[in-house]
């Protein structure tokens, strides 16, 4: 049972470039998201899906997308990288209720230089 | 707004000795409560939770923690710490307006002294 799955693991991107990064989960979860994670910072919620077909902003949405292609899998796109977009990236899934935990993956660490 | 704060950023304790870390929530309704671990280069590891009962949950590696409603707090302690137990610790809370976000605090960080 792999849990969360995130690819890459990790990527150098130069300013202006876009990329995709993916999440997948095999635990028929319905709600994931998308975390980044700065030094001091903590992890902030890039956007949320609560379920299938559904997605919602979260604290710091701004030069992100996301696409939630089915149950399983949920994107999150950088169309044009900028250097305040380096970080380190977590995909989260929980299944319905207010008291499940969240499966985090283990990461993917971007740089944009 | 909703938020968590972890006043701690860095912690340094020697092994065997005690641990408490702090977690201050601010919530208008009953909120769920949630310690992470996160050890160097890997995802999150839930610890324990709170949503209902007795105030004192116990979690896993022998952590424990107590809600304590008038404080608006949820603070994470353990009686000996290990060396293993290095790594930064995150509190979280959700559902936050209705909509299944967790939120989570700045983190602390632990080291442990030999």
Redesign the interface.
């Known amino acids: 049972n792999a849990g969360?799955t995130q690819t890459p693991k990790f990527q150098v991107l130069k300013t202006g470039q876009s990329m995709t990064l993916q999440c997948a989960q095999d635990m028929n979860h319905?709600?994931m998201?998308w975390?980044r994670q700065d030094p001091?910072?903590?992890?902030?919620?890039i956007y949320?899906s609560?379920s299938e077909g559904t997605t919602?902003k979260?604290e710091v949405p701004n030069g992100y997308n996301v696409s939630r292609l089915n149950k399983r899998e949920f994107s999150l796109r950088l169309e044009s990288a900028a250097p305040s977009q380096t970080s380190v990236y977590?995909c989260?899934s929980?299944k319905?209720g207010?008291?499940a935990?969240?499966f985090?993956?283990?990461?993917t660490r971007l740089t944009v230089v | 707004a909703q938020s968590v704060t972890?006043p701690d950023?860095h912690i340094t304790v020697s092994e065997g000795a005690s641990l408490e870390l702090r977690c201050n929530y601010s919530y208008g309704a009953t909120p769920?409560l949630?310690w992470?671990v996160q050890s160097p280069g890997?995802?999150?590891?839930?610890l324990l939770?709170y949503?209902s009962g007795d105030t004192l949950v116990q979690g896993i590696k022998g952590f424990e923690a107590e809600f304590k409603r008038s404080q608006s707090s949820f603070n994470l302690r353990k009686p000996s710490v290990h060396w293993s137990d290095a790594a930064e610790y995150?509190c979280?809370v959700?559902?936050i307006q209705g909509?299944?976000?967790?939120?989570?605090?700045?983190?602390t960080r632990l080291t442990i002294n030999p």
């Open positions: 969360v319905n709600s998201y975390y001091g910072m903590g992890l902030r919620l949320y609560a919602d979260g977590f989260a929980r319905q207010a008291s935990e969240a985090f993956g283990q990461g | 972890q950023i769920y949630f992470y890997q995802g999150l590891q839930l939770k949503f995150f979280a959700g559902p909509a299944q976000k967790l939120v989570f605090g700045q983190g």
